[in-house]
């Protein structure tokens, strides 16, 4: 068996760190880029969301490397994304392609001992003991969590970095040098190495940039090639940006769900304008957008790609959000058209708003 998965922002990090840690086999499939979504285009219904064509495309790519099982996590939501995997499939054997699927559902929907039977699944041909798996699935999460404060640590301080640029270097250079080892326990420590290292970049405190939330679409905010790497582009304009919805909080959200204790304060947040959830994270985004005013950050960026069901909702109600709160809120929408100049000339033209609005507070 030789899994591949999906890329999802830096899972693929964890991914490795997992199955490297048991022994099994694995493919990375290449970065997602033009290529991976113009393969994925051309096998998906045209109407089918942005996410679900990227994702066809890593599958194939990942195919034609050796994968002959894929994992994914699934949802049983009202939104598109619980079909995902069965049409995938579906699609998959139509071209020829003989692969498996493992499904990772919520316990609620599919069952204790469907779950496990399913994680049984991906760790069959391990030849490791139990012990050692679970410390790799351990150092896994702990990888996740990781590598989402390095990313959070220079996206916010990027707006009050002394030498510009040396967050985007060590961030990248983090991501580059994590891959190029085999050994969890290595891939661990490059990890601690940058996020102290981040610690130690020289800051300006008496700079005051733009501080922009970055909300939406799950997957289009967190998998850079699907938002034309917004994040990248703010940090060298320097702006400092947050991300609330990110790996590690999928994780303890999809944890604290069993016990109904996940994103309390979204929940409340979002109460007034949205108050049922409607599949998605639509809700976690307009509670998103009220907290962001709360924390006094000049503006919010929805990104969302063409179709995405929840959240052209959650885009019909921001504007009363931004009238009631005068908070500055910009949707952008995303699918295989996209372009670069168009976009960076809307971002620009956003920020250049927040920038007056803030000299005009000042003055
Ligand atoms: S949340 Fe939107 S983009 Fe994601 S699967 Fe559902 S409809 Fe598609």
Same mark, same amino acid.
Request: hydrophobic content about 40%; some cysteine; proline content about 4%.
């Given at each position: 068996?030789?899994?591949?998965?999906?890329?999802?922002?830096?899972?693929?990090?964890?991914?490795?760190l997992?199955?490297?840690?048991?022994?099994?086999?694995?493919?990375?499939?290449?970065?997602?880029?033009?290529e991976?979504?113009k393969?994925?285009?051309?096998?998906?219904?045209?109407?089918?969301?942005?996410?679900?064509?990227?994702?066809?495309?890593?599958?194939?790519?990942?195919?034609?490397?050796?994968?002959?099982?894929?994992l994914?996590?699934?949802?049983c939501?009202?939104?598109?994304?619980?079909?995902?995997?069965?049409?995938?499939?579906?699609?998959?054997?139509?071209?020829?392609?003989?692969?498996?699927?493992?499904?990772?559902?919520?316990?609620?929907?599919?069952?204790?001992?469907?779950?496990?039977?399913?994680?049984?699944?991906?760790?069959?041909?391990? !030849?490791?003991?139990?012990?050692?798996?679970?410390k790799?699935?351990?150092?896994? &999460? +702990? @990888?996740? #969590? *990781?590598?989402?404060?390095?990313?959070?640590?220079?996206?916010?301080?990027?707006?009050?970095?002394?030498?510009?640029?040396?967050?985007?270097?060590?961030?990248?250079?983090?991501?580059?040098?994590?891959?190029?080892?085999?050994?969890?326990?290595?891939?661990?420590?490059?990890?601690?190495?940058?996020?102290?290292?981040?610690?130690?970049?020289?800051?300006?405190?008496?700079?005051?940039?733009?501080?922009?939330?970055?909300?939406?679409?799950?997957?289009?905010?967190?998998?850079p090639?699907?938002?034309?790497?917004?994040?990248?582009?703010?940090?060298?304009?320097?702006v400092?940006? !947050?991300?609330?919805?990110?790996?590690?909080?999928?994780?303890?959200?999809?944890? &604290? +769900? @069993?016990? #109904? *204790?996940?994103?309390?304060?979204?929940?409340?947040?979002?109460?007034?304008?949205?108050?049922?959830?409607?599949g998605?994270?639509?809700?976690?985004?307009?509670?998103?957008?009220?907290?962001?005013?709360?924390k006094?950050?000049?503006g919010?960026?929805?990104?969302?790609?063409?179709?995405?069901?929840p959240?052209?909702?959650?885009?019909?109600?921001?504007?009363?959000?931004?009238?009631?709160?005068?908070f500055?809120?910009?949707?952008?929408?995303?699918?295989?058209?996209?372009?670069?100049?168009?976009?960076?000339?809307?971002?620009e033209?956003?920020?250049?708003?927040?920038?007056?609005?803030?000299?005009?507070?000042?003055?």
């Amino acid at each position: 068996m030789k899994i591949t998965f999906p890329h999802l922002g830096n899972t693929y990090i964890a991914a490795k760190l997992f199955f490297d840690s048991i022994g099994a086999d694995y493919v990375i499939p290449p970065v997602s880029s033009r290529e991976a979504l113009k393969i994925g285009s051309m096998y998906s219904p045209e109407e089918m969301c942005l996410p679900f064509k990227i994702m066809m495309g890593n599958y194939i790519q990942a195919i034609e490397k050796g994968a002959d099982t894929v994992l994914i996590v699934g949802s049983c939501g009202p939104c598109r994304f619980g079909e995902y995997c069965e049409l995938q499939f579906k699609i998959l054997k139509k071209l020829g392609y003989k692969v498996n699927f493992i499904v990772l559902d919520y316990k609620e929907d599919i069952g204790k001992e469907e779950l496990l039977r399913r994680i049984g699944s991906i760790l069959e041909d391990s !030849k490791v003991n139990n012990r050692l798996k679970i410390k790799g699935a351990l150092r896994a &999460l +702990k @990888s996740v #969590k *990781l590598m989402d404060d390095i990313e959070e640590k220079a996206h916010w301080l990027a707006g009050y970095e002394v030498k510009k640029g040396e967050c985007k270097r060590l961030l990248n250079h983090c991501k580059k040098e994590v891959l190029l080892t085999n050994d969890p326990k290595k891939a661990l420590s490059i990890l601690k190495t940058y996020r102290s290292e981040l610690k130690k970049v020289k800051i300006d405190k008496n700079k005051d940039p733009l501080k922009v939330s970055i909300m939406g679409e799950i997957y289009t905010i967190i998998e850079p090639f699907s938002n034309l790497y917004i994040e990248d582009k703010l940090m060298d304009y320097g702006v400092c940006t !947050k991300r609330m919805l990110t790996p590690s909080w999928w994780i303890k959200d999809a944890f &604290l +769900k @069993s016990f #109904k *204790l996940n994103s309390i304060k979204l929940r409340i947040a979002s109460k007034k304008y949205l108050p049922i959830y409607i599949g998605g994270h639509a809700r976690e985004c307009i509670g998103e957008a009220v907290l962001s005013h709360k924390k006094g950050f000049n503006g919010a960026i929805q990104i969302f790609p063409s179709g995405c069901m929840p959240e052209i909702v959650s885009k019909a109600i921001l504007p009363s959000i931004a009238k009631d709160e005068n908070f500055p809120i910009m949707s952008l929408v995303m699918d295989e058209m996209s372009g670069e100049s168009g976009y960076i000339t809307r971002i620009e033209a956003f920020l250049d708003l927040l920038e007056r609005r803030k000299e005009k507070c000042i003055i």
